[in-house]
């Protein structure tokens, strides 16, 4: 059965950093299920192969090449989008990237990298397609944060500091917007295996660790656990939520699993 209170069909979606990973992913569910779908990312010959792979017989997937700490090509995405389009009805903030080593490891260089991309462009890219939103009197947006908001991880200090950034934007954008038809959430998921993390999940005592932390006892998997939440803030069925986060993490954040029944 079809229930119009969770449809994002015809919606046009933009997707930061949908070439891959959990952006590729929430990005294919909502081509599944009608939506208009726009992708970014850096490497166009990955954008486009992605592109190609997600589209089905009624939904082209449309690829624009930006790099989303740059402002300028910010301006250019979203003004081809609207050019397009027309309108920006759901905007999905999830191009990030991680460095992990010690804190007093970190360069200048590799900070402003990593705060750039997660913080800084997530912002100034949802401030860009918000005063479109805003001039319609509607739209959605949702940014992916991460488990660190809550605990930081150890050697991942700059990325940790930039999602506890990006929770507080959720918090801010979606107060301030509220009022203007605007609705801000985010969705910070657990322990998904990507194309950018599969090497570490691969690794035996990381997994183990993983698994024995997490209460359903298994990692994430994107293609199943991720893209339901995203459809579900982006439709009416969570039209009274906003600047709220939901953790997607098989019950990680839930509390701190000890060995007593090993006692």
Same mark, same amino acid.
């Given at each position: 059965m079809?229930?119009? +209170?969770?449809?994002?069909?015809?919606r046009?979606?933009l997707?930061?950093? @949908?070439s891959? @990973?959990i #952006?590729?992913?929430?990005?294919?569910?909502?081509?599944?299920r009608?939506?208009?779908?726009?992708?970014?990312?850096?490497?166009?010959?990955?954008?486009?192969?992605?592109?190609q792979e997600?589209?089905?017989?009624?939904v082209?997937?449309?690829?624009?090449?930006?790099?989303?700490a740059?402002?300028?090509?910010?301006?250019?995405?979203?003004?081809?989008?609207?050019?397009?389009? #027309?309108?920006?009805?759901?905007?999905?903030?999830?191009?990030?990237?991680?460095?992990?080593?010690?804190?007093?490891?970190?360069?200048?260089?590799?900070?402003n990298?990593?705060?750039?991309?997660?913080?800084?462009?997530?912002f100034? +890219?949802?401030?860009?397609?918000?005063?479109?939103?805003?001039?319609r #009197?509607s739209?959605?947006?949702?940014?992916?944060?991460?488990?660190?908001?809550?605990?930081?991880?150890?050697?991942?200090?700059?990325?940790a500091?930039?999602?506890a #950034? /990006?929770?507080? /934007?959720?918090?801010?954008?979606g /107060?301030?917007?509220?009022?203007?038809?605007?609705?801000?959430?985010?969705?910070?998921?657990?322990?998904?295996?990507?194309d950018?993390s599969?090497? +570490?999940?691969a690794?035996?005592?990381?997994?183990?660790?993983?698994?024995?932390?997490?209460?359903?006892?298994?990692?994430?998997?994107?293609?199943?656990?991720?893209? @339901?939440?995203?459809?579900? +803030?982006?439709?009416?069925?969570?039209r009274?939520?906003? @600047?709220?986060?939901?953790?997607?993490?098989?019950?990680?954040?839930?509390?701190?699993m000890?060995?007593?029944?090993?006692?």
């Amino acid at each position: 059965m079809n229930d119009e +209170l969770f449809s994002v069909e015809e919606r046009v979606t933009l997707v930061s950093g @949908g070439s891959r @990973g959990i #952006g590729r992913a929430i990005a294919e569910g909502f081509v599944r299920r009608g939506a208009k779908v726009i992708i970014t990312g850096r490497d166009p010959e990955v954008l486009d192969q992605t592109a190609q792979e997600i589209s089905t017989a009624d939904v082209t997937v449309k690829p624009i090449v930006c790099d989303v700490a740059d402002t300028d090509q910010q301006k250019v995405l979203v003004d081809q989008v609207i050019s397009t389009y #027309g309108h920006i009805d759901v905007l999905i903030n999830v191009a990030g990237v991680n460095i992990r080593k010690p804190v007093e490891d970190f360069s200048v260089e590799e900070y402003n990298f990593v705060m750039d991309i997660n913080l800084h462009g997530a912002f100034f +890219l949802s401030q860009a397609v918000g005063r479109h939103m805003i001039a319609r #009197g509607s739209g959605v947006q949702i940014n992916i944060d991460s488990l660190n908001t809550a605990s930081p991880l150890k050697h991942v200090a700059p990325y940790a500091i930039s999602k506890a #950034g /990006m929770s507080m /934007m959720t918090r801010c954008l979606g /107060m301030e917007w509220a009022e203007k038809g605007v609705r801000v959430n985010g969705i910070a998921p657990g322990f998904f295996p990507t194309d950018l993390s599969k090497k +570490l999940w691969a690794k035996k005592h990381m997994h183990d660790w993983a698994v024995a932390n997490t209460p359903m006892r298994r990692l994430g998997d994107v293609d199943t656990d991720l893209p @339901g939440t995203a459809i579900f +803030l982006a439709s009416d069925a969570s039209r009274f939520m906003t @600047g709220q986060t939901l953790y997607v993490d098989g019950g990680f954040s839930a509390g701190t699993m000890w060995p007593i029944d090993q006692a």
